[in-house]
């Protein structure tokens, strides 16, 4: 009988956040690994999930919702305060010996002190993910930020096994004398097709938020710069930002330079997305060099490279560090200024079809070879068997 993985986080499963996609693809590779995963998650109604084995599934993952009250005062206690107690009642229920492991997908500081309360009495296992580390400016009150902090120095040294995104935040993890294994964001390049791209123009996408870590106006004043006729081949999409935010960011002829060539899409159902992306040439990402871009993994730049897309993007994090090389499957900008990334956006629109084919090929093997999560189920076994 296989052992049993219990992966909680509060994620909008399946597919309805970058943590979602990461415990998809981490659960894959533990299923991979002979373990039977069971995702406690709250569940993205957008998806219609199957039943296996008495329980909701999703592409043969099990899932245990977890559920918080529809009362909006209750609920906002719940979210708060109270999802260790209702994650460890969940558990509870499925009757936890010491052969089984938890793995948390949070940093909610009370999910942290109700399982391990409760490992002591089971004497099950405890992992974690560490897919962010921001600063005590990130957060609106210091209550906030003292409890990321403790979550961060006090919690996460006592589980058993961390999963860090980054080299960046291993190397602070193993100053606390934590067992780690650095694992990135994965991806599966055989769940969709690539897709068609055709060169009408060159098409461009910019997938972030904007606001925490990408730098939105640094990538909207390069492409503001263009030439006209270099503007008769691009195209540029944008996913995740209003047009008032765009409108916010730059002067009235900035704007205007831009109107003839931005896409904006509203919210996009997942399909839709994969859509827009397997017709995509490139991702363009800016990011500054600070503490929230140096411990995170950009989700999409995997997930991108899977149809081919190649990343032009800021030197920043173990992603430019360890996966990908400038000119060979992306486009690497040292800095985060307008300069650089109007260099190499104007390189790209200067590249042949062929040109722009070599790379997508090797964009799209170095998703392949180093991202799919079939590379990484012997190094999560060993490490899980390990602890």
Same mark, same amino acid.
């Given at each position: 009988?296989?052992?049993?993985?219990?992966?909680?986080?509060?994620?909008?499963?399946?597919?309805?956040?970058?943590?979602?996609?990461?415990?998809?693809?981490?659960?894959?590779?533990?299923?991979?690994?002979?373990?039977?995963?069971?995702?406690?998650?709250?569940?993205?109604?957008?998806?219609?999930?199957?039943?296996?084995?008495?329980?909701?599934?999703? #592409?043969?993952?099990?899932?245990?919702?977890?559920?918080?009250?529809?009362?909006?005062?209750?609920?906002?206690?719940?979210?708060?305060?109270?999802?260790?107690?209702?994650?460890?009642?969940?558990?509870?229920?499925?009757?936890?010996?010491?052969?089984?492991?938890?793995?948390?997908?949070?940093?909610?500081?009370?999910?942290?002190?109700?399982?391990? #309360?409760?490992?002591?009495?089971?004497?099950? #296992?405890?992992?974690?993910?560490?897919?962010?580390?921001?600063?005590?400016?990130?957060?609106?009150?210091?209550?906030?930020?003292?409890?990321?902090?403790?979550?961060?120095?006090?919690?996460?040294?006592?589980?058993?096994?961390?999963?860090?995104?980054?080299?960046?935040?291993?190397?602070?993890?193993?100053?606390?004398?934590?067992?780690?294994?650095?694992?990135?964001?994965?991806?599966?390049?055989?769940?969709?097709?690539?897709?068609?791209?055709?060169?009408?123009?060159?098409?461009?996408?910019?997938?972030?938020?904007?606001?925490?870590?990408?730098?939105?106006?640094?990538?909207?004043?390069?492409?503001?710069?263009?030439?006209?006729?270099?503007?008769?081949?691009?195209?540029?999409?944008?996913?995740?930002?209003?047009?008032?935010?765009?409108?916010?960011?730059?002067?009235?002829?900035?704007?205007?330079?831009?109107?003839?060539?931005?896409?904006?899409?509203?919210?996009?159902?997942?399909?839709?997305?994969?859509?827009? %992306?397997?017709?995509?040439?490139?991702?363009?990402?800016?990011?500054?060099?600070?503490?929230?871009?140096?411990?995170?993994?950009?989700?999409?730049?995997?997930?991108?490279?899977?149809?081919?897309?190649?990343?032009?993007?800021?030197?920043?994090?173990?992603?430019?560090?360890? %996966?990908?090389?400038?000119?060979?499957?992306?486009?690497?900008?040292?800095?985060?200024?307008?300069?650089?990334?109007?260099?190499?956006?104007?390189?790209?629109?200067?590249?042949?079809?062929?040109?722009?084919?070599?790379?997508?090929?090797?964009?799209?093997?170095?998703?392949?070879?180093?991202?799919?999560?079939?590379?990484?189920?012997?190094?999560?076994?060993?490490?899980?068997?390990?602890?």
């Amino acid at each position: 009988m296989n052992k049993r993985i219990f992966l909680f986080g509060f994620l909008n499963y399946p597919r309805g956040s970058a943590a979602a996609n990461y415990t998809q693809y981490l659960s894959y590779a533990l299923k991979e690994a002979n373990y039977d995963v069971y995702v406690i998650s709250n569940i993205n109604e957008e998806f219609t999930l199957q039943e296996q084995e008495g329980f909701m599934s999703y #592409k043969t993952i099990k899932i245990i919702p977890f559920q918080i009250s529809k009362k909006r005062i209750l609920r906002r206690l719940e979210f708060d305060y109270g999802k260790g107690r209702i994650l460890v009642n969940i558990l509870k229920r499925h009757h936890l010996t010491s052969e089984d492991i938890v793995l948390l997908y949070s940093p909610d500081l009370y999910v942290h002190r109700e399982v391990l #309360k409760y490992k002591e009495k089971i004497g099950f #296992k405890t992992a974690c993910v560490a897919t962010e580390w921001f600063p005590a400016s990130a957060f609106k009150s210091r209550r906030e930020g003292k409890a990321y902090s403790t979550y961060y120095d006090r919690f996460l040294p006592r589980h058993d096994l961390l999963f860090p995104i980054s080299s960046y935040i291993q190397n602070y993890l193993i100053e606390k004398n934590c067992n780690t294994m650095r694992l990135p964001i994965m991806a599966d390049v055989r769940e969709h097709p690539i897709g068609t791209k055709s060169f009408d123009k060159i098409k461009f996408v910019f997938p972030g938020n904007g606001l925490m870590k990408d730098s939105i106006e640094v990538i909207l004043k390069s492409f503001s710069r263009l030439t006209s006729q270099q503007k008769k081949r691009t195209e540029l999409h944008l996913c995740g930002v209003k047009e008032e935010q765009i409108i916010g960011l730059l002067t009235p002829e900035e704007y205007e330079n831009l109107r003839d060539i931005i896409v904006i899409h509203k919210w996009m159902k997942y399909k839709e997305l994969i859509t827009l %992306y397997q017709a995509m040439h490139f991702l363009v990402l800016a990011r500054e060099e600070n503490q929230m871009t140096l411990a995170n993994f950009p989700s999409k730049v995997p997930e991108v490279m899977c149809y081919g897309v190649v990343p032009i993007v800021s030197r920043v994090g173990d992603y430019t560090k360890y %996966y990908l090389e400038d000119n060979v499957n992306s486009l690497i900008f040292d800095g985060c200024n307008i300069e650089v990334c109007y260099e190499k956006v104007s390189q790209a629109l200067t590249m042949t079809p062929d040109e722009i084919v070599e790379l997508s090929t090797n964009a799209r093997e170095c998703a392949e070879n180093k991202f799919d999560y079939r590379n990484w189920v012997g190094k999560i076994q060993h490490a899980l068997v390990n602890i």
